[in-house]
């Protein structure tokens, strides 16, 4: 066949690629015991240092499952040729046989234990075949994808064949003598025709001897090695070997350079014989070691010295070279083990009990004993960030206990400690005043409400400048503060407890004292008159005035900052004006001044005037002074008004529509209202001689 036929999916029940160069194998022809066609064949030479060699297949065929017990038994096998290891005679064997038989793996050796189709039950009839093997056999189902053919052969994962229980292809072994050559030929072909090809699938890399290894035992990977608490042993280990030599390995403590190490001084190195079933100790910088021709392994001891001395604190490394024995063409095998030798420390750790208020958010737990810790455990985890260090971020909230173990990486020394957090709560702070503002001295009440109530507390008042006024540290008080200004109000409130959960307010400002304004005013015109209206003004100094009231002495009083106000009199009077200003923390301050209202009403009318341009005595004026409203009115003596004025200031020149008057008497009537009686309109007549 070729390979072509052998990628999926199984899309046809008898996919063929004729290939034939008429080259036949007489090996694999005995094997079938008919013709065999379209041979392939892989062939190589090879050398084991081990005494084995073993490779993992999986045989294939679109011969199933049609053709099982059939003459068409296509065939492969894989041959060793070379000196056998038991009688030394050359000759070639078959590795590819059924697990635990002697048996080639062909169709009608490996199926499903049915006769197929175009079978018949004498070909897998001991010798010719087999049913008993369907355990090894996996059916490929119809279009699946992977592979074209329909069956091929398994190890289940629950046959005893199974290596460490998992499902795998065949295995082909053999036992073979060590540093020898032999010759490996795999080769498969179709028998009786050249239809329904088959295909041997190689597992890649599995082509292989087996190892030869060391395996130490520092645990867990950390090659450390402390004084009096651990040693290290070293196992030699072959899977499956050459019974007829033994293994030999060479260890040097000196080819890689340990400035300051000493062998049997630092540390001790013995070697296990297994024939004696004792203990030889290494004296010198090198000694060798054998696993045994009939032994798998052996073994050696290393240890930190008993009397090794370390300085605080010191690690010694160590390296030691392993040399192993191998064919005499080729190199030995080296390897190297690295060793930190250290002293035997006790791990101490410190009890702690932990006070948090509110909170902790950090451990700290001490060791004390100088020991090496690698390991950490804290049991609870709760709220622990990280439960595999000693120190460790948290958020603990309340009060809990953990136990945490510290050990090294052996388990040689630990030691485990109690750490007790007690959380907590803060307290509350709180406290009242009756009053923030007011007006200098301002007594201010202040009474502690804190929780709990056991809390102990004090009260720090400071001015404006930041200077502390007083510190006090009653429940209950009255402080009385002099001197204007704001003041800040700092209070702080502590716990009982081990912990003593502290809490403070802060209260910038917290208390205003204002200071007294200073009532003062004036008025216009300097000089008030009866009746006529007087512009009070607010003159008071202070910040944030906002109330005003004024009594002016006769009754009538405003609460404006700058009132207008008449008096009205019927003389001269002084009255007492009363002035309050209030700011807006209740601050007040009065004054009172005197104001004289002078009064200036007249009336007199003369009885004649003469009119004729001499500048004596022309005009008739009466002087009506000071009075709120006036009006002269001239009749003549036919009643006919020929002159009228509400101008007190306004003569009569004696004329009438710009006529001169004859002379004669005429009649004046007068209405006017007095500033002393504004409500009151006062009427007078009389006469007059107009004299020419």
């Known amino acids: ?80 040729s070379g000196y056998h290891p038991v009688t030394t005679d050359y000759t070639t064997w078959n590795i590819a046989l ?19 189709s175009y079978g018949s039950i004498e070909n897998c009839t001991p010798p010719n075949g087999s049913l008993a093997y369907s355990s090894f056999y996996s059916n490929v189902p119809t279009n699946s994808t992977g592979m074209q053919f329909d069956g091929y052969t398994v190890i289940p994962a629950t046959s005893p064949e199974a290596v460490n229980g ?7 072994k053999a036992r073979i003598l060590s540093c020898e050559t032999y010759h490996m030929k795999l080769a498969i072909a179709n028998v009786s025709d050249n239809g329904l090809d088959s295909g041997v699938f190689l597992k890649e890399g599995s082509f292989r001897a087996p190892t030869i290894e060391t395996v130490h035992n520092t645990q867990m990977g950390h090659d450390t090695l402390i004084r009096a608490c651990n040693i290290d042993t070293v196992t ?20 890689i350079p340990n400035p300051g190490v000493v062998l049997n001084q630092d540390y001790e190195i013995f070697f296990f014989n297994q024939l004696t079933q004792t203990y030889t100790q290494l004296i ?7 696993i045994p021709a009939d032994s798998l392994s052996t073994f050696m001891v290393i240890k930190v010295a008993d009397n090794a001395v370390f300085a605080p604190g010191e690690v010694k490394k160590l390296s030691i070279v392993l040399e192993l024995e191998t064919c005499n063409f080729e190199e030995p095998r080296i390897d190297t083990i690295v060793y930190y030798l250290k002293d035997n420390h006790p791990i101490i750790l410190s009890d702690a009990v932990i006070n948090g208020c509110e909170l902790v958010n950090q451990i700290t737990v001490d060791e004390i004993g100088g020991g090496d810790v690698q390991h950490v455990t804290w ?35 630990r ?26 001295p301002l007594s201010v009440r202040f009474t502690s409400t804190t929780e709990p109530e056991d809390a102990s507390f004090l009260f720090i008042i400071t001015d404006e400048f930041g200077l502390v006024n007083d510190t006090i540290y009653d429940q ?34 917290y208390i205003y004292v204002s200071d007294f304004p200073v009532a003062d005013f004036s008025w216009t015109p300097d000089e008030p008159t009866n009746g006529r209206p007087i512009n009070f003004t607010n003159l008071s100094s202070g910040d944030n005035i906002t109330d005003f009231y004024w009594n002016f002495g006769n009754g009538a009083s405003s609460v404006l900052e700058n009132p207008t106000h008449s008096y009205h009199i019927t003389s001269d009077e002084t009255y007492n004006v009363f002035f309050r200003v209030t700011n807006s923390y209740g601050c007040a301050h009065d004054t009172i001044k005197q104001i004289t209202i002078v009064d200036n009403y007249a009336f007199y009318v003369p009885n004649s005037f003469t009119p004729n341009n001499d500048g004596v005595n022309d005009l008739f004026h009466p002087r009506v002074a000071d009075v709120l409203k006036y009006h002269l009115t001239i009749f003549n003596r036919n009643g006919e008004c020929i002159f009228q004025s509400v101008n007190p200031d306004e003569p009569w020149d004696g004329t009438h529509k710009e006529e001169k008057c004859l002379p004669g008497t005429y009649t004046w009537v007068i209405t006017y209202i007095k500033y002393s009686a504004p409500e009151t309109e006062l009427r007078k007549t009389g006469t007059v001689s107009l004299i020419r």
């Open 1 to 80: 066949g070729n390979i072509t036929v052998a990628p999926g999916p199984n899309n046809s029940p008898s996919s063929t690629v004729a290939n034939d160069d008429g080259v036949r194998d007489a090996d694999l022809s005995a094997i079938a015991s008919s013709t065999t066609q379209g041979t392939s064949k892989i062939e190589f030479d090879f050398i084991s240092i081990s005494g084995m060699v073993s490779f993992e297949y999986v045989f294939a065929s679109e011969e199933y499952p049609e053709y099982v017990c059939s003459g068409y038994n296509d065939v492969f096998a894989f041959y060793i």
């Open 98 to 116: 059924i697990p635990g038989t002697t048996l080639p793996v062909t169709i009608n050796n490996v199926n499903s234990g049915s006769v197929g």
């Open 166 to 172: 998992q499902r795998s292809g065949l295995f082909a």
């Open 236 to 255: 030699f280990n072959i899977s499956q070997r050459d019974p007829s030599r033994a293994y030999s390995y060479t260890i040097y403590t000196n080819r």
């Open 284 to 290: 010198t910088q090198s000694g060798d070691t054998q």
């Open 379 to 413: 049991s609870p985890t709760t709220n622990i960030n990280t439960p595999n260090q000693l120190n460790t971020n948290c958020n603990i909230t309340d009060t809990i206990v953990y136990t945490v173990i510290a050990y090294d990486d052996i388990n040689c020394r």
């Open 415 to 440: 030691d485990t400690a109690t750490i007790t957090v007690n959380v907590t709560d803060p307290p509350v702070p709180s406290f009242t005043v009756d009053k923030t503002t007011g007006c200098v």
């Open 476 to 509: 209950t008080f009255s402080y009385i503060f002099n001197s204007p200004g704001h003041y800040s109000v700092s209070y702080f409130s502590k716990t009982t407890d081990a912990e003593a959960c502290e809490k403070w307010i802060y209260n910038n400002n």
